[in-house]
Structures are given as structure tokens and as C-alpha cells.
């Protein structure tokens, strides 16, 4: 072969090597481009999903004082709901979903469900039936972010591995119970063995994330009080004390918002690294 067919055989691999490499390039930026959107997209579900869990937990300690006899909280009750009917009609695009449509549809079925024995079930069959429903909804919450490559690019981007959007909404739930279990404890003065047994479960739950992270920052400082709270009121106390419901309620609730709102900041953490 002579060195003007070497130069053009080399020249033509050369040629076809740079085409392939810059292809290539094109390509990985266009999947770079789309994972970036499909991430967004999962960060607003985020957002969404965890108004929804909001609500629920906000309904569950509503409909529960609504079976215990405090019929001026039904008007309220009914509002709550209309929320979450309308977070879940925005959100029906799930239905369609090749991998969350299963879950979700669940999650709707077991809250019509609900809604339709709502009143002729006793409190504790109530706070159950909502426990069961909310759990079920963190699970589908989890399914979303994975779907939509979040969870492990978000635990990366952490310092604190201990303190992630999983673990805040989980936290905010056992408050949810908290909350509702010492309404219960409050309101019915029961302060019973069983009732002891659950609140100390949901304590050490509490205790234990509050052990594994500072507790310099508003939100974790809040959280240590409302467990001293718990110790004061439900695990050394014999009976009722000074303590109402209407004003447990209001400083449970007032914790859980601000695990939502650390919730809220991560998710702004995130989207900020996303370029």
C-alpha cells in the first residue's frame, strides 16, 4: 500500500473516530439532559407527595378526636379531607405510571375505603386504619424517588447520611402518632399499660434519631423537647395532669412542621445540585 492510500485509510479512521467520540458526547449529554429533567420532576412529587402526607396525618388526629366525641372539629375534618381529595386528583397521573400505578391505586382504594366506614369504626380501629394507609403512602413516596434516580444521588450529596428526606418523613410520622396516641391518653385519661407500652415505642423511635444527629439546628431542638414532653406527661405520669388535649395536639403539630420544613430545605439542597 502506498503512503497516499495509508494517509487516506488513516485519515478516514481518524475522520470516523471523531465522529463516533463526538456522538458519543452528544448522546451522554442528551441522557445527562433528560436524567436532569426526570429528577426535577421526582423533586416536585416530593414536594407534592409530602403535602399529601400532611394531610393524611393531619386527618387521622381529626377524625380520631371527631370519634372521641368533639363534634366542633367535624367542619374542619371535612375540610382536610376535600384538601387530600384534591392533592390526589392532581397528582392521578400515577395511575398511568409503568411502575407506581400499582401502589398508588392501592393507596386511593384504601383511602375511599376508609372515607366510606369512616364513621361507624371505633378510634382505635380509625388510628389503625390511617397508620396502615400512611405507611403505605411513605412506601409509595420511596418508589417515586427511585423512579426518578433521586435516593441514591441524594444520600451522596448529604454530610449527614443519618439526616436525609427518608429519615425526616419518617421522623415526622412517629410524631403523627405521638400525637394522636397522647390526644388519646389526654382526652380518654387512660394511661393504662397498653397505652404506656406504645407510647414508650414510639419514644425509643424518637430517641433514637434524635441520638444520631445534632441537635444544635431549630428543628432538632424542638424534637428534644417534645420527647422530654412525652417522658414528663405519659411515661412518669400516673394520670391526667395540667396538660390539654387542644394544647398537646398543638405542639406535636407544631414539631411535625418543622421536620417538614427541614424536609423542604434538603429537597432545596438537592434541586441546587442538579445542573
Do not use: P
Amino acid at each position: 500500500m502506498t503512503d497516499i492510500n495509508m494517509n487516506a485509510v488513516l485519515m478516514v479512521v481518524g475522520t470516523g473516530l471523531f465522529v463516533v467520540v463526538f456522538l458519543a458526547i452528544i448522546y451522554q449529554r442528551h441522557l445527562d439532559k433528560y436524567r436532569e429533567g426526570k429528577q426535577k420532576q421526582g423533586l416536585q412529587y416530593l414536594i407534592d407527595l409530602k403535602n399529601v402526607l400532611t394531610q393524611l396525618q393531619i386527618h387521622r388526629g381529626l377524625s380520631t378526636r371527631l370519634l372521641w366525641g368533639e363534634a366542633e372539629i367535624a367542619h374542619e375534618l371535612n375540610s382536610h379531607k376535600n384538601i387530600i381529595d384534591g392533592y390526589i386528583k392532581s397528582l392521578d397521573e400515577f395511575t398511568h405510571h409503568e411502575f407506581l400505578a400499582s401502589r398508588w391505586n392501592a393507596f386511593k382504594e384504601d383511602w375511599c375505603a376508609l372515607n366510606v366506614i369512616q364513621n361507624t369504626i371505633t378510634a382505635e380501629q380509625n388510628i389503625e386504619q390511617h397508620n396502615h394507609i400512611i405507611l403505605v403512602f411513605i412506601y409509595f413516596i420511596s418508589d417515586v424517588a427511585e423512579q426518578h434516580d433521586i435516593a441514591n444521588t441524594y444520600l451522596k450529596d448529604l454530610n449527614d447520611e443519618d439526616k436525609n428526606w427518608k429519615h425526616v418523613l419518617s421522623t415526622a410520622e412517629w410524631i403523627g402518632q405521638a400525637r394522636v396516641l397522647g390526644s388519646g391518653m389526654l382526652n380518654q385519661e387512660l394511661y393504662g399499660r397498653v397505652e404506656r407500652i406504645r407510647m414508650n415505642f414510639i419514644h425509643s423511635k424518637l430517641r433514637d434519631y434524635a441520638d444520631t444527629v445534632s441537635a444544635k439546628d431549630h428543628t432538632m431542638k424542638q424534637l428534644v423537647n417534645f420527647i422530654g414532653l412525652i417522658e414528663k406527661e405519659f411515661l412518669h405520669k400516673e394520670q391526667k395532669g395540667g396538660l390539654t388535649t387542644s394544647s398537646y395536639f398543638q405542639q406535636a403539630s407544631r414539631v411535625i412542621e418543622a421536620c417538614m420544613h427541614e424536609f423542604e430545605l434538603e429537597i432545596k439542597q438537592l434541586r441546587s445540585s442538579i445542573h
